[in-house]
């Protein structure tokens, strides 16, 4: 199985592989970058997600390209060229993105659609390549399985049931206050050398909380509080003095909005 094989290699450099600065990451960057396709693949074909074609909208994935290039190209980035950095709109109005491991993106043309302004987005966008950089996935992967039954894979004890449960957990998963902090401040870091306001995660946050919404993302609705993290997510634009201004785009964002269904 592809996963037990790139843990044998992260088991044999246990000493040295570390994750987000949270404690050791068990799994190595080419776990990262298999455990993402694995679960891109699963997406693509499991029929459960309508992923919106490339082919059959380009200026819609265009659109979205640029706003993610825009944030990688930031010289932020640890892994902008060792992960894949693929972008899939999910057609569906759930209000909602997420990242796998690897630098696969997922976001809901519930969620594009809902937003005022493409900073808002942006801000959205770039939480999430923060969770995938910092490796936040497989750091909660490492704390909820440890050593022993990771290195059970290793081993070929129940590695398959381990593996696929392994995989079918990275669609549930919950980041806690560090992970989300974190993915908020970084947000504000990529967007800083951007055209879109440095804390456009901030006003997203906002709308989400002044409308009555169904369906709160999973990053929204776990702690910190949203109220907690607008505030410091604006305080952290004021200090590293990123600009806060929006970025005027409003027809674009709008035909980028019309061109989905």
Same mark, same amino acid.
């Given at each position: ?30 776990? +990262? ?42 010289? +932020? ?9 693929? =972008? ?35 801000? =959205? ?28 894979? =290793? ?74 993290? =607008? ?31």
């Amino acid at each position: 199985m592809r996963i037990a094989f790139f843990l044998l290699i992260t088991l044999g450099l246990l000493s040295s592989t570390c994750g987000s600065g949270n404690g050791i990451n068990l799994f190595s960057i080419e776990d +990262d970058i298999a455990l993402g396709k694995q679960l891109r693949d699963q997406v693509l074909s499991s029929g459960e997600y309508n992923v919106l074609s490339r082919s059959q909208y380009p200026q819609s994935y265009a659109y979205l390209d640029n706003m993610v290039n825009s944030i990688l190209n930031s010289g +932020d980035i640890r892994y902008k060229d060792e992960f894949a950095w693929e =972008v899939y709109i999910l057609e569906d109005e759930t209000l909602n993105a997420f990242a796998a491991p690897g630098g696969y993106i997922f976001v809901y043309t519930g969620l594009i659609k809902f937003l005022d302004r493409p900073d808002d987005l942006a801000g =959205v966008m770039a939480h999430e390549v923060a969770h995938a950089d910092r490796r936040h996935s497989t750091d909660q992967l490492t704390r909820r399985y440890g050593i022993s039954a990771l290195a059970g894979i =290793v081993l070929g004890e129940n590695a398959e049931n381990i593996g696929t449960e392994i995989l079918s957990s990275l669609v549930s998963l919950r980041f806690g206050r560090s992970d989300e902090s974190e993915a908020d401040a970084f947000s504000v870091n990529y967007l800083c050398d951007t055209k879109y306001a440095a804390n456009g995660a901030a006003s997203f946050f906002e709308k989400m909380t002044q409308q009555n919404t169904v369906g709160v993302p999973e990053f929204l609705s776990t702690h910190p509080s949203p109220q907690n993290r =607008v505030a410091e997510i604006n305080q952290l634009a004021n200090q590293t003095q990123c600009s806060t201004n929006a970025s005027g785009s409003v027809s674009a964002w709008q035909s980028f909005q019309r061109s989905l269904p």
